[in-house]
Structure formats: structure tokens, C-alpha cells
């Protein structure tokens, strides 16, 4: 953890001293009320960058994975498949994870995402990245559960 040992000291809720003889190596093992409050500080200072990490790679190279379970409609020339409740996951390429997390950032709320997701299920999951179906549009409704992962 960065920063000076007086401020994790009092985030902590132990002494300068003793935040000073962790890093020296002179005590090893924490007590457990101190261990709990160095994960708990330890967490806070790394999740939000590791999850921001994680959101820029999903958005540039890696894609994510999204689980729908909804209603799902089709439009297209010739398809003989009638619209059902599916439960699909997929994955979803880096162009549409850009454009999810953006909507998410500035406070787009589930169904709001629906348009967008629909599309990038049609991509990766009905036309298998435009391999098939040429033409094909999936509309979902009835949502039970939408998640995403990265």
C-alpha cells in the first residue's frame, strides 16, 4: 500500500510505530482485528483500479461476457424461428462493452442498456459475428436477469 505510514496508521486504527515495523519486516504476523483492517484498506485502495484495469481491457481487446435470460423476438427475411424466453450467454465484442460501460457510467439504467445488448447478442450469438443469418435483428423483451462479466 502507498502513502505515508501516519495515514494507513489512522486508517487502520493502529500506530504510526507499528504500520512502521510491518514495512521494516520486524513484525511479521498482524493480530487479527489489525489483519481484518489491512484487507479491508488493502481492498479499498486496489478494487476500484483493478476493476477499472479490467473495464479498459474489456473495452479495447477482450470483450465481455454477458447472460441474458428474455424474451426473444426475431426479425428477418425467411426466418422460420419464433420468438421464445432464452437464457443465453455469450460473448460480446469489445466495441459494444465500450459502449455498455458508457451508458453505465452516465447512469444508464438497465433497460436502458437493453437496445444496445440486444444488438451485441444478434453480433456474437444469432449471426455468430455475421458468419450467418445475414440480415437478422433480435429484439428481447420480458428481461428475468441481465449480467455481465468480465
Partial sequence: MTGSAR?????????????????AGKLKKPQKRLQAALVEATESEWQPQVRAQARAQASTS?????????YFGFTCTGSSDD??????????????????????AAGATEEDLHPIVAEAITESYFTEWGTRADGLRADFTAVSSISFRF
Fill in 7 to 23: 495515514s494507513l496508521a489512522e486508517r487502520v486504527g493502529t500506530s504510526t510505530r507499528t504500520i512502521e515495523r510491518y514495512r
Fill in 62 to 70: 477482450r470483450g465481455m461476457v454477458v447472460e441474458v435470460t428474455a
Fill in 83 to 104: 420468438g421464445r424466453e432464452r437464457q443465453i450467454t455469450t460473448d460480446i465484442s469489445p466495441t459494444y462493452v465500450k459502449q455498455i460501460l458508457e451508458l453505465q
